[in-house]
């Protein structure tokens, strides 16, 4: 009994001695002395506790110090030697801290919450989203995690990732629905996250996402208003955006008018806040032509805050629209400069380095800076005609291409990087411009490429990459099925019919779950093979004199395009040389393509009908291959890489002549299309290890899916088998799950069923039980040389600028095909029939497929011509991508036995001869 009462003395002194020397180093720190003095007794103090004290005791000094003196010392001298000193003391609380079996409840939280909180002061933007990320997959204390998770948008959105910033305001908001005791200060901060939510959506588009915006402020404000809180500084943000949505509008009356609500109550701001206030208030003005009034708020915004960089962009905008266009430029070169170093001396005539970009902490700042510059360099151009201007101006188009890259690299979820490559389309436009106005067409083939399908090329280069570092196959596979997670759990939530919203909960949270996996799961590659994650990035156009050698010949020409709702530009090139031409009066011309689409889908057009569609046609295709462009393309096989609205017409369909009869492109020319001559070109680089030939599926009957029957598919696929034997299913045989199991190893997959894009924009194709949408068919893999999609509008979908058609042909070429033939509209199904089993039988006689179907529609044509049939009826199947020919290794197989029998005959022959000159 003594000696229990002396171990439990023991422990008490232990105890007072172990909280003994942790309330002496908060002594220490809470000392009145001299900092120098506090900084010599700190050291000390762990010189002699470090080894002696516990672990758990440690890492709470490693914690306290960081924060209570090192952090506070930051916070009142700004010294960067302090913050540094914050982050590794806190560093090496975590590490211990880690290692042990229990913790006081929210201590290993506090430590995680502050490492992402230092690592954001010191503008290591990524290092501190990796710390939050640490405390949201680790932690247990839901208070921490809901803050890191706000913090993590806040960071997201500021480096440009603006839907992963989304998910983790959604996963705030998700987490607080299941929470019975909120306080004042959570319902404070739940409004605020539905504001946050209405800024994201007003940068990726006032108009786009209106009504997001508007469901979000309004949520905001009833969680204010039903708790009874002040709502005024409140009202200023929603002011603010309400401000910014009419400005974008081009409503600047109304966008004036809500900024004067804001600076009414300007009481309520902040130094940096009024700034931006005075700031926004000067755009309207200055659109309205308000220059005194204009230039007099961005003066007081600068006045509140001389580091804020936007008010420069805007004074080179305000002597821009003045004519003064060396204030303009020193303005915007000024944004510039604070946005990257603002040691930089300010020399209109010089831009940054892209290492520098790459260091810049407010890179979607900075990126608008540099598009308005370059911008202006156009505008100055134009008032004086010196080509010097147009030079620097192409230079500064490239430096905003680079930075662009930078931006989208460093975004993770693929819905931000679509934002950024539509960023990007505006200015490959304006580069393109510059490139024709200084006749450089090299250049403009350069930005043409980099406005086309540079995702498709970027998920090329992550396999590649894959492979140059040898990454084991092992992990290849990990990421194929963590990336599969997140396109099949996406396509449950998009299409679920649950109105449950416990199970929609779900179905978001698993969404959430697998971007969390995968994002670790990347995080850790790129630890363990530093080279890959760094080749990754690099996405490569190819060059323009290997593009030339490669794809062009005597009787090989290409032609592409640029085009938006305003300008438009295409270059021929050609074995022997180029062509650059800009297209004129675009919005007509915009408006002709649209009316003509309609024309061209119409299966019932009459022969008046038909009358009126060879006018439109043959006057859209003048003004897209003039006479002199024309006469370079004829007779010639030709590559078409279009661009927006035009990747809905088939070219061959364009009618070239029309007396005495109507003649087609198609027969003066070979037409096929791809996605960019990069894409083509890295696609041909892959080499397939496909066993079988050929996997066609035809379902025939859809009664479980409301779907009408199509009666000749059957026999299309039956005619194709003929052809290229090989597998087939047919009816109750072609489900989607027997489809996803079996196509990955065939050369040649057909599909002639039911598709469609549907109201949401989400493409579909058809099977006996279930229909398969996009983000499906992208966590699938198959090797097919061509996939064949005999099925309606399989070429169409969601226009994204930069990128094309998110359509059923996208998606398969992202799972692997080099090739595929698709539709532009809704086909007929016994005309498909007809020219797919043309189409096959030229294949098999070694035709390349755009001749195989050249070939099948002009015979289509010849048998038709005098019927009027309508090129609705055959134009609407287009061949993308690799045009080599395909075998048919079942012919291959069966003439072998007679390769084998001629060699071995040509063997015996040379020893008899050989036999017979020994002799003589």
């Given at each position: 009994m003594k000696k229990l009462k002396h171990l439990t003395i023991f422990f008490l002194l232990m105890s007072f001695f172990v909280n003994g020397q942790q309330d002496q180093l908060l002594g220490i720190i809470n000392d009145t002395t001299d900092i120098e003095v506090k900084q010599k007794k700190i050291d000390s103090f762990f010189g002699i506790n470090k080894n002696s004290i516990s672990s758990r005791l440690l890492a709470d000094c490693y914690h306290d110090i960081g924060f209570k003196w090192y952090y506070r010392n930051w916070h009142k001298q700004g010294n960067q030697i302090d913050i540094n000193k914050a982050i590794r003391n806190t560093q090496q609380a975590l590490e211990i801290k880690k290692t042990?079996?229990?913790?006081?409840?929210?201590?290993?939280?506090?430590?995680?919450?502050?490492?992402?909180?230092?690592?954001?002061?010191?503008?290591?933007?990524?290092?501190?989203?990796?710390?939050?990320?640490?405390?949201?997959?680790?932690?247990?204390?839901?208070?921490?995690?809901?803050?890191a998770n706000r913090e993590l948008g806040e960071l997201h959105e500021y480096v440009?990732?603006?839907?992963?910033?989304?998910?983790?305001?959604?996963?705030?908001?998700?987490?607080?629905?299941?929470?019975?005791?909120?306080?004042?200060?959570?319902?404070?901060?739940?409004s605020e996250i539905h504001i946050l939510k209405a800024e994201i959506y007003s940068l990726l588009g006032n108009k786009e996402f209106s009504e997001n915006i508007e469901k979000n402020l309004k949520t905001a404000d009833s969680i204010l208003l039903s708790e009874g809180y002040d709502r005024e500084m409140h009202n200023l943000r929603i002011n603010s955006i309400w401000g910014n949505q009419f400005a974008e509008n081009k409503e600047y009356e109304k966008a004036e008018h809500y900024y004067n609500l804001v600076l009414r109550d300007s009481v309520l701001l902040d130094s940096m806040n009024l700034a931006k206030a005075f700031n926004m208030i000067s755009i309207p003005q200055l659109k309205l032509n308000n220059y005194d009034t204009s230039i007099k708020n961005l003066q007081k915004a600068i006045g509140f805050d001389p580091n804020y960089s936007d008010p420069y962009e805007n004074l080179g905008d305000l002597y821009l629209a003045k004519k003064d266009f060396k204030n303009a430029m020193y303005n915007y070169q000024k944004a510039i400069v604070w946005s990257v170093d603002k040691k930089n001396k300010i020399d209109s005539e010089e831009l940054p380095a892209i290492e520098d970009l790459e260091l810049a902490t407010e890179k979607t700042f900075l990126l608008g800076h540099i598009v308005a510059k370059a911008n202006a360099w156009l505008s100055y151009f134009e008032h004086d005609q010196n080509k010097e201007h147009l030079i620097k101006a192409l230079q500064t188009f490239t430096l905003a291409d680079k930075l662009v890259d930078v931006l989208r690299s460093e975004s993770t979820e693929y819905q931000s990087k679509l934002f950024w490559r539509e960023k990007g389309a505006s200015l490959y436009m304006k580069a393109v411009e510059a490139c024709y106005l200084l006749d450089k067409p090299r250049e403009a083939y350069y930005f043409m490429e980099r406005n086309k399908a540079l995702l498709l090329l970027e998920n090329i280069s992550n396999e590649q990459a894959k492979e140059t570092v040898n990454i084991p196959d092992s992990i290849a596979q990990r990421d194929f099925d963590l990336k599969k997670a997140i396109y099949l759990?996406?396509?449950?939530?998009?299409?679920?019919?649950?109105?449950?919203?416990?199970?929609?909960?779900?179905?978001?949270?698993?969404?959430y779950t697998n971007k969390l996996n995968y994002n670790t799961f990347t995080d850790s590659i790129a630890t363990m093979f530093p080279e890959y994650a760094s080749m990754k990035k690099k996405v490569s156009i190819l060059p323009y004199p290997e593009f030339k050698k490669k794809y062009t010949s005597q009787d090989e020409v290409v032609l592409q395009y640029i085009l938006n709702d305003e300008q438009g530009y295409a270059l021929l090139t050609t074995g022997n040389d180029n062509q650059f031409f800009k297209l004129e009066n675009v919005k007509e011309l915009n408006q002709d393509i649209i009316q003509l689409y309609g024309r061209l889908t119409n299966l019932t057009m009459d022969r008046a009908g038909l009358v009126a569609y060879n006018q439109l046609s043959n006057s859209v295709f003048s003004q897209l291959i003039p006479e002199d462009?024309?006469?370079?393309?004829?007779?010639?096989?030709?590559?078409?890489?279009?661009?927006?609205?035009?990747q809905q017409i088939p070219f061959e369909a364009f009618v070239v002549g029309n007396n005495p009869t109507t003649r087609y492109l198609i027969e003066d020319v070979e037409v096929r299309y791809a996605y960019s001559m990069s894409y083509l070109d890295a696609k041909s680089h892959i080499s397939s290890s496909s066993r079988k030939d050929l996997y066609a599926i035809a379902p025939i009957q859809f009664a479980s899916l409301g779907l009408p029957e199509l009666v000749f598919s059957g026999s299309e696929i039956e005619e194709v088998q003929k052809i290229f034997p090989g597998n087939?299913?047919?009816?109750?045989?072609?489900?989607?799950?027997?489809?996803?199991?079996?196509?990955?190893?065939?050369?040649?997959?057909?599909?002639?069923?039911?598709?469609?894009?549907?109201?949401?924009?989400?493409?579909?194709?058809?099977?006996?039980?279930?229909?398969?949408?996009?983000?499906?068919?992208?966590?699938?893999?198959?090797?097919?040389?061509?996939?064949?999609?005999?099925?309606?509008?399989?070429?169409?979908?969601?226009?994204?600028?930069?990128?094309?058609?998110?359509s059923l042909a996208r998606g398969f070429f992202h799972s692997g095909a080099k090739s595929v033939v698709s539709s532009l509209w809704s086909t007929y199904d016994k005309s498909s029939k007809e020219l797919m089993t043309a189409f096959y039988k030229s294949l098999k006689e070694g035709s390349t497929k755009s001749a195989a179907m050249r070939n099948a529609k002009l015979d289509y044509i010849k048998k038709y011509r005098e019927s009027a049939i309508a090129p609705a009826y055959w134009s609407a199947l287009i061949v993308i991508g690799d045009n080599s020919p395909i075998d048919n290794q079942s012919n291959l197989l069966s003439f072998w036995p007679w390769v084998v029998l001629g060699v071995l005959l040509l063997v015996i022959l040379y020893f008899i001869v050989m036999r017979k000159k020994k002799k003589q």
């Open positions: 042990l079996d229990s913790l006081e409840k929210g201590s290993l939280e506090k430590s995680m919450y502050n490492l992402g909180y230092f690592l954001y002061l010191d503008e290591r933007y990524y290092d501190a989203i990796a710390a939050y990320q640490d405390l949201v997959r680790n932690g247990h204390d839901l208070k921490k995690i809901q803050n440009g990732d603006f839907y992963k910033a989304l998910d983790r305001y959604d996963n705030y908001i998700e987490n607080y629905k299941n929470q019975n005791d909120l306080q004042q200060r959570d319902i404070l901060n739940l759990s996406e396509s449950d939530l998009q299409h679920s019919n649950s109105t449950s919203l416990e199970q929609l909960k779900d179905l978001k949270e698993r969404v462009i024309y006469t370079k393309v004829k007779g010639k096989k030709l590559t078409i890489i279009s661009d927006h609205i035009l087939i299913a047919l009816k109750d045989e072609a489900t989607k799950s027997a489809f996803v199991n079996n196509f990955e190893d065939y050369r040649i997959v057909h599909l002639s069923t039911h598709a469609d894009v549907g109201q949401s924009e989400d493409p579909w194709i058809a099977f006996n039980d279930d229909k398969m949408f996009l983000n499906e068919i992208y966590a699938t893999k198959n090797q097919a040389e061509m996939v064949v999609l005999s099925a309606c509008n399989t070429s169409i979908g969601e226009l994204k600028k930069g990128e094309g058609a998110m």
